[in-house]
Nanobody, 122 residues
Protein backbone atom coordinates (compact mmCIF):
# COMPACT_ATOMS: atom_id res chain seq x y z
CA UNK A 1 0.00 0.00 0.00
CA UNK A 2 1.20 3.50 -0.87
CA UNK A 3 -0.29 6.65 0.63
CA UNK A 4 0.53 10.03 -0.82
CA UNK A 5 0.14 13.66 0.20
CA UNK A 6 0.58 16.51 -2.27
CA UNK A 7 1.69 20.02 -1.39
CA UNK A 8 2.95 23.16 -3.07
CA UNK A 9 -0.14 24.34 -4.90
CA UNK A 10 -1.34 27.92 -4.81
CA UNK A 11 -2.19 31.04 -6.76
CA UNK A 12 0.35 32.38 -9.23
CA UNK A 13 0.34 34.86 -12.09
CA UNK A 14 0.75 33.71 -15.66
CA UNK A 15 4.43 33.22 -16.44
CA UNK A 16 5.24 32.29 -12.87
CA UNK A 17 6.44 29.04 -11.34
CA UNK A 18 5.36 26.53 -8.73
CA UNK A 19 6.90 23.33 -7.42
CA UNK A 20 4.58 20.56 -6.35
CA UNK A 21 5.71 17.82 -4.01
CA UNK A 22 4.18 14.44 -3.30
CA UNK A 23 5.36 12.62 -0.20
CA UNK A 24 4.62 8.90 -0.22
CA UNK A 25 4.59 6.34 2.54
CA UNK A 26 5.55 2.73 2.12
CA UNK A 27 8.79 0.91 1.61
CA UNK A 28 7.89 -0.02 -1.97
CA UNK A 29 7.84 3.57 -3.29
CA UNK A 30 10.93 3.03 -5.40
CA UNK A 31 9.28 0.16 -7.28
CA UNK A 32 6.43 2.29 -8.64
CA UNK A 33 6.06 4.57 -11.60
CA UNK A 34 4.94 7.93 -10.22
CA UNK A 35 2.68 10.25 -12.11
CA UNK A 36 1.11 13.67 -11.97
CA UNK A 37 -2.40 14.19 -13.30
CA UNK A 38 -4.72 17.18 -13.24
CA UNK A 39 -8.41 17.93 -13.35
CA UNK A 40 -9.80 21.31 -14.37
CA UNK A 41 -13.35 22.35 -13.46
CA UNK A 42 -15.86 20.59 -15.68
CA UNK A 43 -13.21 18.44 -17.33
CA UNK A 44 -11.97 14.91 -16.97
CA UNK A 45 -8.80 14.11 -15.10
CA UNK A 46 -5.86 14.02 -17.51
CA UNK A 47 -2.28 12.81 -17.66
CA UNK A 48 0.45 15.41 -17.13
CA UNK A 49 3.76 13.60 -16.52
CA UNK A 50 5.16 10.29 -15.33
CA UNK A 51 8.56 9.07 -14.18
CA UNK A 52 9.84 5.53 -14.12
CA UNK A 53 10.94 3.89 -10.88
CA UNK A 54 14.64 4.70 -11.34
CA UNK A 55 13.96 8.24 -12.53
CA UNK A 56 15.74 7.70 -15.82
CA UNK A 57 12.71 7.80 -18.08
CA UNK A 58 9.98 10.41 -18.15
CA UNK A 59 6.97 11.21 -20.31
CA UNK A 60 4.94 14.41 -20.63
CA UNK A 61 1.74 15.54 -22.26
CA UNK A 62 2.57 17.79 -25.19
CA UNK A 63 0.98 20.86 -23.61
CA UNK A 64 3.55 20.95 -20.77
CA UNK A 65 6.70 19.78 -22.55
CA UNK A 66 9.51 22.27 -22.07
CA UNK A 67 7.70 23.95 -19.16
CA UNK A 68 7.20 21.20 -16.56
CA UNK A 69 9.78 18.81 -15.12
CA UNK A 70 9.00 15.70 -13.11
CA UNK A 71 11.63 14.26 -10.79
CA UNK A 72 11.82 11.91 -7.84
CA UNK A 73 13.97 11.27 -4.79
CA UNK A 74 13.55 7.64 -3.80
CA UNK A 75 15.54 8.18 -0.60
CA UNK A 76 12.90 10.71 0.50
CA UNK A 77 9.91 8.85 -1.02
CA UNK A 78 9.02 12.06 -2.83
CA UNK A 79 8.12 13.00 -6.39
CA UNK A 80 8.18 16.59 -7.63
CA UNK A 81 6.64 18.58 -10.44
CA UNK A 82 8.46 21.80 -11.28
CA UNK A 83 6.09 24.00 -13.27
CA UNK A 84 7.51 27.01 -15.11
CA UNK A 85 5.96 29.56 -17.48
CA UNK A 86 2.54 28.72 -16.11
CA UNK A 87 -0.54 29.56 -18.16
CA UNK A 88 -4.16 30.12 -17.09
CA UNK A 89 -5.06 26.84 -18.81
CA UNK A 90 -2.82 25.02 -16.32
CA UNK A 91 -5.36 25.84 -13.60
CA UNK A 92 -6.54 22.56 -12.08
CA UNK A 93 -6.35 20.27 -9.09
CA UNK A 94 -3.11 18.33 -9.43
CA UNK A 95 -2.90 14.75 -8.20
CA UNK A 96 0.03 12.41 -7.80
CA UNK A 97 -0.46 8.71 -8.32
CA UNK A 98 1.48 5.45 -8.24
CA UNK A 99 1.41 2.53 -10.65
CA UNK A 100 3.36 -0.70 -11.21
CA UNK A 101 3.37 0.20 -14.91
CA UNK A 102 4.90 2.99 -16.98
CA UNK A 103 1.65 4.06 -18.62
CA UNK A 104 -0.27 7.30 -19.20
CA UNK A 105 -3.65 5.70 -18.60
CA UNK A 106 -5.35 6.69 -15.34
CA UNK A 107 -6.69 3.15 -15.06
CA UNK A 108 -3.14 1.88 -14.45
CA UNK A 109 -2.79 3.88 -11.23
CA UNK A 110 -3.72 2.12 -8.00
CA UNK A 111 -2.92 4.84 -5.50
CA UNK A 112 -3.85 8.52 -5.53
CA UNK A 113 -3.22 11.55 -3.37
CA UNK A 114 -5.96 13.98 -2.34
CA UNK A 115 -4.87 16.68 -4.78
CA UNK A 116 -3.54 20.22 -4.53
CA UNK A 117 -5.10 23.26 -6.21
CA UNK A 118 -3.09 25.26 -8.73
CA UNK A 119 -4.62 28.51 -9.95
CA UNK A 120 -2.94 30.63 -12.60
CA UNK A 121 -4.29 34.15 -13.06
CA UNK A 122 -4.01 36.03 -16.33
Amino acid sequence: QVQMVESGGGLVQAGGSLRLSCAASGRTFSTYTMGWFRQAPGKEREFVAIIKLNGGITDYVDTVKGRFTISRDNAKNTVYLQMNRLKPEDTAVYYCAASPYFLRSLAAYNYWGQGTQVTVSS
